[in-house]
């Protein structure tokens, strides 16, 4: 359908247009993605085999949605990409404030245009992307921001009486007319104000001041909560949930690999930093593998989710770091070393909420355990496991490391050293090379001296080595050593 050559109600009557509301326009564009195996949300990852399918039996269902998920999961996300099912264009009645259909008049400016025009009543296009509405429900949104209220202004300039509907003035849902509307943190929407959306979602009346319009509004209503909600700030009232056809449970990333896509999809890097900035395979699935330890660790609130914003942010704090020091150092390129993970504690301490022993540890210090606790877990992956218990005289894997800075008096990194002397510092230490050789022989020359770092690291955490903070770096030592020294 040329839409530029229908310019008024005669034209559009010619082409056979038929009448068809939202929920049937959303329903049929996602049968034929189906039909033709075209995704129906794409960029949304992890949902494939979950969330996705009981959200498309909704749309399918004609349901209106309640998407009810911890923080970071992509609920508004995928309310959003519901714009994708909508026709291209739609027709509405030009200069209608509720996007009135052409065919179906439900407002008396429309009703009357047609009646005074008829087939010459001039029609306007709406593109499927304006046909989305948002409202964060807060404490204070009034049942006149949502549904409307008399306009004192508009009786005056149009010289009515507040008896006549026409000095209303409508809020958001009614201009939400034929569109997807979302209410985002529902349980946060004052009860009298849910109350409110009683008629709407099920009978179509609005009554504005004692105006009792039969409008039966066409639309398709989303609602996000958050279950922490409903004990903390809220509730969904009953027969709000009653009417809310499909209530759809979201959930974090379930693999590494899956929030490792993600976070590639939603940073924020420019060219110039992703030139810049080379990121070992390892340095992803950890700064991954650290969220995973958050969403599990003691002093953080699981109740209250981890969202995955955090790995987002991390991972750009990250590469940030590493740019930083290459910076001063005046070298083009650089990559990734284990130290520049500190560059990502200001990224947690503002995503997570602590537990009363997490705010006695402090954010900072619960964000390097966190840093810690991912090494921790990563390294059986990678090399020999290391027993809780050993015999004092039993050779294992790293014996010979560990001699190594028992016999060294001590052994420094520091964080801005160029390139040039991070890597000597790390080949200074001959049975670390010869560890690497052995476990990971496969291992991109790119990759190995995060690896090597990753490995001293990871000996501090099994307390095999001793790590101490110096003014411009870390110290390893031998830990026995390092214990007879502070005596």
């Not at 900072?364 to 606790?373: E, K, P």
Request: with cysteine; hydrophobic share 40%; proline share 4%.
């Amino acid at each position: 359908m040329k839409i530029d050559t229908i310019k008024n109600l005669g034209e559009l009557k010619a082409t056979g247009y038929q009448s068809k509301s939202i929920k049937d326009e959303l329903r049929n564009n996602l049968r034929e993605k189906i039909k033709t195996g075209k995704p129906a949300f794409e960029g949304v990852h992890g949902f494939e085999n979950t969330v996705i399918p009981e959200l498309e039996r909704a749309i399918l269902s004609r349901h209106n949605i309640n998407l009810l998920g911890l923080r970071g999961q992509a609920k508004t996300r995928l309310a959003r990409l519901m714009i994708e099912l909508l026709d291209e264009y739609m027709p509405i009645v030009a200069g209608s404030e509720i996007n009135d259909d052409p065919l179906k008049p439900i407002s008396r400016f429309a009703k009357d245009l047609i009646a005074s025009l008829g087939d010459k009543t001039p029609i306007h296009w709406v593109h499927r992307s304006e046909r989305f509405f948002e409202k964060l429900a807060t404490p204070d949104v009034t049942v006149a921001d949502l549904i409307g209220d008399v306009d004192p202004i508009k009786a005056a300039n149009l010289k009515l009486s507040y008896a006549d509907d026409r000095v209303i003035h409508f809020g958001m849902i009614p201009r939400a007319n034929r569109c997807i509307f979302v209410i985002n943190e529902l349980p946060d929407l004052q009860a009298r104000i849910q109350v409110a959306l009683f008629n709407i979602l099920q009978e179509g009346d609005i009554q504005i001041r004692g105006f009792k319009l039969r409008m039966p509004l066409d639309m398709q209503f989303v609602f996000t909560a958050n279950p922490e909600d409903y004990t903390n700030r809220g509730s969904i009232v009953t027969p709000l949930k009653d009417r809310i056809g499909s209530q759809i449970l979201t959930h974090y990333p379930e693999t590494i690999k899956i929030a490792r896509t993600i976070t590639g999809q939603e940073a924020k890097l420019d060219q110039i930093q992703s030139d810049a900035v080379y990121v070992p395979s390892l340095a992803k699935d950890l700064l991954e593998q650290i969220v995973f330890e958050a969403r599990e660790s003691e002093y953080i609130d699981n109740k209250s989710g981890v969202s995955a914003r955090l790995s987002i942010t991390a991972y750009e704090n990250l590469l940030s770091t590493a740019e930083r020091r290459a910076l001063k150092s005046g070298i083009d390129k650089t990559t990734v070393r284990l130290s520049d993970f500190m560059g990502i504690i200001p990224a947690i301490t503002g995503k997570v909420e602590l537990v009363y022993e997490g705010e006695q540890e402090g954010a900072a210090v619960v964000a390097q355990h966190l840093i810690g606790d991912a090494i921790h877990t990563f390294l059986p992956a990678y090399f020999p496991k290391i027993e809780k218990l050993e015999k004092q005289e039993e050779k294992t894997a790293y014996s010979d490391l560990i001699d190594w800075f028992f016999a060294e008096s001590g052994f420094e990194l520091l964080d801005d050293a160029t390139d040039k002397v991070y890597k000597a510092t790390l080949d200074s230490i001959a049975p670390l090379s010869i560890l690497i050789k052995k476990y990971q022989p496969q291992l991109d020359s790119e990759d190995t001296y995060f690896m090597k770092e990753f490995v001293l690291w990871a000996l501090v955490e099994y307390d095999k080595l001793s790590k101490d903070r110096i003014s411009q770096g870390y110290q390893f030592s031998d830990i026995y050593g390092n214990y007879i020294n502070k005596l």
